[in-house]
């Protein structure tokens, strides 16, 4: 793989592998010392990950991290669902969960405020359009945000859930 880091080639085998799987590659960290590292994968897929997808990505990513050998210690491979409460890595990810609640910290302050809860309204070019809950309409560029999550929609998983016991015939 040439002359990439250790986590440029775990992202790497990360990627390929969820492609390959027929999963979104959601994120990739690379945590501890070089001695034993965390190396946690979070994947995604329309309707949700279970148990086995976890083992299945989790097997075909050991195997290739495994035979590459490029890992030179012991290492931990965790693979999960990011969550319903999963982080926003990207403006991609704005655009994907336009409409969505979500909670937003910057790193500066935009009119005094740093964290921001409400819904993501848009992304245009470079700056993302937030409902704030407490000030209306805010907008910042993605370099601002410090961390960004989803938060649970109470009202659309109720929602959800009466359309699925519906659909099941409850």
Known sequence: MGNLSTSEQIQGIAAQVAAESGFELVHVDVLGA???PTVRVF???EGGITHED????SRKNGDLLDAEDFISSAYILEVSSPGLERELYS???FERFSGSLAKVKTSVAIDGQR???GRIKSVEGEEIVFDDKT???VRFTYEA???????I???????RSEKRQTENGK
């Open 153 to 159: 929609d109470i009202e659309e998983e109720f929602k």
């Open 115 to 117: 964290n921001f809860r």
């Open 135 to 137: 000030r209306g309409e």
């Open 54 to 57: 976890c083992s299945l990505v």
């Open 91 to 93: 403006l991609k990810d």
């Open 43 to 45: 994947i995604d897929k």
């Open 145 to 151: 945000v410090k961390k960004a999550n989803l938060e």
């Open 34 to 36: 070089e001695k034993s």
